[in-house]
């Protein structure tokens, strides 16, 4: 009986950290994205933009299903799954105006494509961390 618990507590223990993995990886690679996309606006690099749009839509898929996003959640943050899916569904149209603009040589209305996206990200932080 004891090895039974031993081995479910186990492979919860085993669950939670690999649900953290693809939370932090998420994180990180969207991280990495809007770093690039600042620093291509910042230096007048479209393709460091276009790269950086592309890690932030790899890293912002995790997030598209609201089923999905509460595996990730701590069990008291739960029920903010819908406020990760509403920044995550923010961020997706963002990128898309993005997209557009850079196409037509709208960088001004880009850059607040930009500016959006990162607003998403800052207001879902805020509420399901706690800021």
């Not at 898929?61 to 069990?75: M, R, W």
């Given at each position: 009986?004891?090895?039974?618990?031993?081995?479910?507590?186990?492979?919860?223990?085993?669950?939670?950290?690999?649900?953290?993995?693809?939370?932090?990886?998420?994180?990180?690679?969207?991280?990495?994205?809007?770093?690039?996309?600042?620093?291509?606006?910042?230096n007048?690099?479209?393709?460091?933009?276009?790269?950086?749009?592309?890690?932030?839509?790899?890293?912002?898929?995790?997030?598209?299903?609201?089923?999905?996003?509460?595996?990730?959640?701590?069990?008291?943050?739960?029920?903010?799954?819908?406020?990760?899916?509403?920044?995550?569904?923010?961020?997706?149209?963002?990128?898309?105006?993005?997209?557009?603009?850079?196409?037509?040589?709208?960088?001004?209305?880009?850059?607040?494509?930009?500016?959006?996206?990162?607003?998403?990200?800052s207001?879902?932080?805020?509420?399901?961390?706690?800021?």
């Amino acid at each position: 009986m004891k090895l039974v618990k031993i081995l479910v507590a186990a492979s919860l223990f085993v669950a939670a950290a690999n649900a953290n993995d693809v939370m932090q990886k998420s994180m990180s690679i969207m991280e990495k994205g809007m770093t690039q996309i600042q620093q291509g606006f910042l230096n007048n690099n479209l393709e460091l933009i276009k790269q950086g749009t592309e890690l932030v839509k790899e890293g912002n898929s995790l997030f598209s299903d609201k089923k999905v996003i509460s595996q990730y959640l701590p069990e008291n943050k739960k029920h903010m799954a819908n406020v990760a899916e509403n920044a995550s569904k923010r961020i997706a149209l963002d990128i898309n105006v993005l997209e557009l603009n850079l196409d037509t040589k709208s960088y001004v209305n880009a850059a607040n494509a930009y500016s959006d996206m990162l607003n998403a990200c800052s207001s879902c932080h805020s509420i399901v961390r706690n800021w």
